[in-house]
């Protein structure tokens, strides 16, 4: 892959915070960003050079932007598929297509993983109201319901017991096809984050423990303790392995289940990830600027952890409010995401720790 000169132009598909963050990292190395997002608090816009408001399958507008655009990424991971196989042959479009189709489908996904020697939970999937029962029972209860499509940061999720009304389950889990999956005993969460290039070149940040409230990242916290460290070997082969499958290029993230039993896989974000934030101070090169490295064809940067210790905290909902009282600690590096309304469950910005 020909390195794309600086003054090139990126087009990033999704106008969030990670959106944002891509763009401030390219504009680093001299490129453009162009954002393409459907019409929101596309914070995004607020640092780039353009952006096109516009839904994901207006193919005229679509087809616009792959012209002014010299590679095209994506910060969100439910962007249609279809829409983005029509600009496909004008412009690189880097992570892979598959990349989005593998993680839009958590039976996909989880299939992919396990063929490719990746543990997950037990799973079973129930298409229609009548067969959540046979699902449940398939993987015992407690158990987590969650929606095939469109999940994230807990939403499309549902718990359920023995004692569960499994009708109201399904209808709280949006009344829409679901996997029932067994609820894992685990003793820490952790993700792999790692950044591809073109020619298969593999770079890894150190695996930070995450810790989750209401199904929402709260902290990603370094070093992540000896349970996570003697997991990491075995969940970055696995990690490895999906990135090379996918033939991806980019950032890649895999979450996971630290317990006795050894790492179990959760999901893949193809896309730079919330719980890599800390890269931003806590590491020789960033996830979002190495994601910008390898879809241009730039050399990879080190991805080394530059301190003892890194907490990264999200602000969420009226988290924000505590702006300037974060401002006077000194340790603390605050990043304010510019959103319009803060919103209960809404991440609105993080801070980030270094101790050395
Ligand atoms: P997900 O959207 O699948 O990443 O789920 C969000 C969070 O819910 C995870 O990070 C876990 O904290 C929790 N969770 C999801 N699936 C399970 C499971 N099978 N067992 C236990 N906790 C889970």
């Not at 994506?74 to 042959?89: C, K, Y």
């Not at 005993?185 to 209401?214: C, K, M, T, Y």
């Not at 730039?298 to 909902?317: K, Y």
Request: hydrophobic fraction near 45%.
């Amino acid at each position: 892959m020909t390195a794309l000169p600086p003054g090139s132009t990126i087009g990033i598909l999704g106008g969030g915070q990670l959106g944002r963050m891509l763009a401030m990292a390219a504009a680093q190395l001299g490129y453009r960003c162009h954002i393409y997002a459907p019409p929101g608090d596309n914070v995004a816009c607020e640092v780039a050079a353009d952006c096109t408001i516009a839904e994901y399958d207006d193919l005229a507008a679509l087809k616009a932007f792959a012209d002014a655009c010299d590679v095209v990424t994506f910060e969100f991971e439910n962007v249609p598929v279809e829409p983005l196989r029509s600009i496909a042959h004008t412009v690189p479009i880097h992570p892979p297509i598959q990349a989005l189709e593998v993680a839009q489908d958590r039976v996909e996904e989880k299939e992919f993983v396990r063929k490719l020697g990746g543990e997950t939970a037990a799973f079973a999937v129930a298409r229609s109201e009548i067969e959540v029962e046979d699902a449940v029972a398939v993987v015992g209860t407690p158990a987590i319901l969650k929606t095939i499509r469109m999940g994230y940061d807990g939403k499309g999720q549902v718990r359920v017991s023995a004692q569960s009304d499994l009708a109201s389950a399904w209808r709280r889990a949006g009344g829409q096809p679901l996997i029932a999956e067994a609820m894992v005993q685990f003793d820490a969460e952790f993700s792999v984050v790692l950044v591809r290039s073109a020619d298969g070149e593999i770079r890894f940040w150190d695996s930070p423990r995450n810790a989750h409230e209401n199904g929402i990242l709260a902290t990603s916290t370094l070093p992540a303790g000896p349970l996570i460290e003697s997991q990491q070997a075995s969940a970055r082969v696995m990690a490895a392995a999906v990135a090379d499958a996918l033939e991806y290029v980019g950032v890649f993230t895999a979450e996971f289940f630290a317990s006795g039993e050894g790492p179990l896989f959760n999901e893949i974000a193809p896309r730079v990830h919330n719980s890599g934030h800390w890269t931003i101070e806590g590491a020789e090169t960033s996830q979002f600027e190495n994601h910008i490295r390898a879809i241009c064809g730039l050399p990879l940067g080190s991805t080394a952890t530059i301190a003892e210790r890194v907490e990264m905290q999200n602000l969420i909902g009226k988290d924000g409010e505590r702006w300037l009282q974060l401002l006077g600690d000194p340790a603390a590096n605050l990043h304010l995401y510019g959103k319009a309304e803060a919103r209960e469950g809404r991440k609105i910005g993080h801070v980030t720790r270094l101790y050395r």
